[in-house]
Nanobody
Framework: QVQLVESGGGSVQAGESLRLSCVGS????????MGWFRQVPGKEREGVAT???????SYADSVKGRFTISQDNAKSSLYLQMNSLKPEDTAMYYC?????????????????????WGQGTQVTVSS
């Protein structure tokens, strides 16, 4: 059974930084896509950043240049470095995983494509 556990959220001032971590277990390493998503009450979950097994990354326009997604396969870990945080970044942040076929390159930012999810970690940015 796949488990994803996020950590690193918190309350910060605008302009500050946070680093989110997600540790996975219960899956064997194969080609996969992992992503960070965020959600605020009353809105749909939106993709923030994704990364595939080769390290190809993609970002939402709203976070490009400020957020960096990375992974450490040896530690089954996913990270999101968030710099220059803005109040509009306030949300619950979720780590997500989907195993993909060997020919897949790049990841989708569609939440429905991902099969396994963490419980979320809250990020609050005040102005």
């Amino acid at each position: 059974q796949v488990q994803l556990v996020e950590s690193g959220g918190g309350s910060v001032q605008a302009g500050e930084s946070l680093r989110l971590s997600c540790v996975g277990s219960g899956y064997r390493y194969r080609r996969k896509c992992m992503g960070w998503f965020r959600q605020v009450p009353g809105k749909e979950r939106e993709g923030v950043a994704t990364i595939d097994s080769d390290g190809r990354t993609s970002y939402a326009d709203s976070v490009k240049g400020r957020f960096t997604i990375s992974q450490d396969n040896a530690k089954s870990s996913l990270y999101l470095q968030m710099n220059s945080l803005k109040p509009e970044d306030t949300a619950m942040y979720y780590c997500a995983l989907v195993m993909v076929m060997s020919w897949v390159r790049g990841c989708r930012d569609d939440a429905e494509w991902y099969k396994d999810w963490g419980q979320g970690t809250q990020v609050t940015v005040s102005s």
